[in-house]
């Protein structure tokens, strides 16, 4: 649930992450709902996977935050009752940092026949009186999807433990002469120069997923523009949708109401047909109240994606203590849901990320929040390490379990690169799931695989790898692939180990001396990476048997044909954050 101010210069801009939001009964329905399971008690509760520095309830099953007046509010999905889906409410977690986290009471749960069937996912936006409002999805009593608004009880409260949803303007939006099935969660609301407000709200009419618009003078009463703000043919129900302008040039972010020549404006949306996000780089014509994406990548759902791996139901907000825009991803689990009741937790949030746009200008770039850095402990280095073609060389002294590693690989010559057509660069997942990262030489392997073996057990029976291959695509040009292979990530077996895999935007041949940087944080059973400073993102959960505690070890490996350099490597080992 994104917040977003009214105005460019002020304060408080904020955010709460777009609660991942499935469901169950309603025409579409994609989530179970598992109600004979949601009394049953854990019969072990495994600290060994808990995460150390990602945020995570104590128990159940969750989901998205706000910068208001001095603290970062967290407002999550949560399920007070069970480690699965269902009697969803609005956790609510604040912070100083986004590090550590202090639980608060529940936000908001349902309580009305507007929202008595579940308080789903939304965002929050600051009105010119520096007064937060949320507007959210409510199942009502015939089960339809609604919108609704909460405001804070006691804005003299600095936490803003309680909220009101007011009667008499509640449902402010419902789906009259839509699915009311696929009627959900608005975003952040930007104020117009014409004085209207706008917010979207995520929609689908047969296959066409749609960002339906709407506008108010009030933020109470709400009419539905003619024409959604943008849509794509065949990608389904869009959900979750975000909206948010982008500097052209800089890192810094900017509120949610600025356009103008200087920017350029981002819409993403959560595919709920096919369970991954993806964004498109365009203008928003204010005037006509469309966007148009720019030609230059896909907009049907192949397109480009914050991260190529478990990361859903994202939401992005402006701090405007730091100045950044801050992206939110929930990561669902790898395991099945007997294992998330036997354990008693499922579902956790991604590290936040800064995020701008390239200088390319094609697409947005990400980094762990700076703040997270103040978790990192002991240090070691390893500089100009040549790796020779076949070897795995271990990083000594760390803890592997729960680490923060940054590494730049010098690369060899890119005339050894193998050609490889561009059909199969159309779908880099299955090019990564083929390939994988083993040291045999396969057709069309390219420059590597090279890159880390994470929460690795000491005989390599388990292991994450985390790697790069390089082809060439034509004369002097060249293509990279980010991986990350979980297929030998665990001994369990009921443990999905989809391997995942993106294509990073770089230009090796610029330069004597080509290199590749990969940052990868491990946190227990967390491996999220970030390739060439941010331009591609990975995230897995993984599960492994052996390689846990001080079990797991951390590697860099180089199966290409030719040695490769570790320029520098630096590894943190991570101390526990204080989450709720």
């Not at 701090?319 to 007997?338: K, P, T, Y």
């Not at 800064?354 to 390893?382: A, C, F, H, M, N």
């Not at 390939?435 to 929460?455: A, C, D, M, R, Y």
């Not at 388990?462 to 004369?475: N, P, Q």
Request: glycine letters at 8%; hydrophobic letters at 35%.
């Amino acid at each position: 649930m994104a917040m977003a101010t009214a105005t460019a210069t002020s304060m408080f801009l904020p955010l709460l992450g777009c609660l991942f939001v499935f469901f169950h009964g309603f025409a579409g329905a994609s989530h179970l709902f598992y109600e004979e399971l949601n009394t049953v008690e854990p019969t072990s509760v495994s600290e060994q996977y808990r995460t150390a520095y990602h945020f995570q309830p104590p128990k159940n099953w969750m989901n998205g935050p706000m910068y208001y007046n001095g603290l970062y509010h967290l407002f999550y999905q949560y399920n007070p009752y069970g480690a699965v889906w269902g009697n969803i409410v609005w956790a609510h977690s604040v912070s100083t940092d986004l590090v550590n986290w202090q639980p608060l009471e529940h936000a908001i749960y349902p309580t009305a026949p507007f929202d008595i069937k579940g308080c789903w996912s939304g965002s929050a936006t600051i009105l010119p009186n520096n007064k937060p409002i949320i507007l959210y999805t409510g199942i009502d009593t015939q089960g339809r999807q609604v919108q609704n608004l909460a405001m804070p009880k006691n804005l003299s409260d600095p936490l803003l433990r309680e909220w009101v949803k007011p009667a008499q303007h509640n449902p402010t939006m419902v789906p009259n002469g839509l699915n009311a099935s696929s009627f959900r969660d608005p975003t952040t609301a930007w104020l117009g120069k014409d004085g209207h407000w706008r917010v979207l709200v995520g929609n689908k009419r047969h296959k066409r997923g749609m960002a339906l618009l709407y506008r108010s003078r009030d933020f109470v009463w709400w009419v539905k523009a003619k024409h959604p703000l943008h849509s794509s043919k065949d990608t389904g129900m869009w959900e979750c949708p975000d909206f948010f302008p982008v500097l052209k040039k800089g890192q810094l972010g900017i509120d949610t109401s600025v356009n103008g020549p200087h920017v350029k404006h981002v819409l993403k949306v959560s595919l709920d047909d096919l369970k991954h996000e993806y964004y498109t780089v365009g203008t928003y014509f204010p005037n006509k109240d469309r966007y148009m994406p720019d030609n230059t990548s896909a907009d049907d759902g192949t397109g480009l994606r914050y991260d190529y791996g478990k990361f859903y139901a994202s939401k992005t907000f402006f701090d405007g203590l730091q100045n950044r825009r801050i992206l939110w991803g929930w990561m669902n689990e790898s395991d099945s849901v007997n294992d998330d009741v036997a354990k008693g937790w499922s579902g956790v949030q991604a590290i936040p990320r800064t995020l701008w746009l390239d200088k390319s200008g094609k697409q947005l770039v990400q980094w762990p929040v700076v703040e997270i850095e103040s978790l990192r402990g002991k240090k070691v280095d390893i500089v100009d390490k040549v790796l020779a073609s076949g070897s795995v060389v271990e990083v000594p002294n760390v803890t592997a379990a729960q680490v923060d590693v940054e590494v730049t690989f010098e690369l060899p010559s890119l005339d050894q690169a193998d050609r490889l057509d561009s059909a199969s660069l159309t779908y880099p997942q299955l090019l990564c799931s083929k390939l994988g990262h083993s040291n045999t030489k396969q057709e069309g392997g390219g420059i590597g695989p090279f890159g880390l073996l994470v929460l690795a057990s000491k005989d390599y029976e388990e292991r994450t790898a985390v790697f790069f291959r390089i082809f060439k695509k034509a004369e002097n040009q060249h293509v990279v692939l980010m991986c990350s292979d979980q297929s030998r990530s665990s001994l369990q077996e009921d443990v999905d180990k989809t391997t995942y895999g993106g294509l990073v935007d770089v230009d090796l041949a610029h330069g004597s001396k080509p290199t590749l940087s990969l940052r990868t944080l491990v946190d227990r059973s967390i491996v999220e990476s970030f390739g060439e400073g941010g331009k591609t993102c990975i995230t897995s959960r993984v599960y492994p048997v052996k390689a846990v505690g001080e079990n797991a070890h951390l590697y860099a490996f180089n199966y290409a044909s030719a040695p490769i350099t570790i320029s520098k490597l630096s590894a943190w080992a991570m101390s526990k954050a204080k989450i709720n």
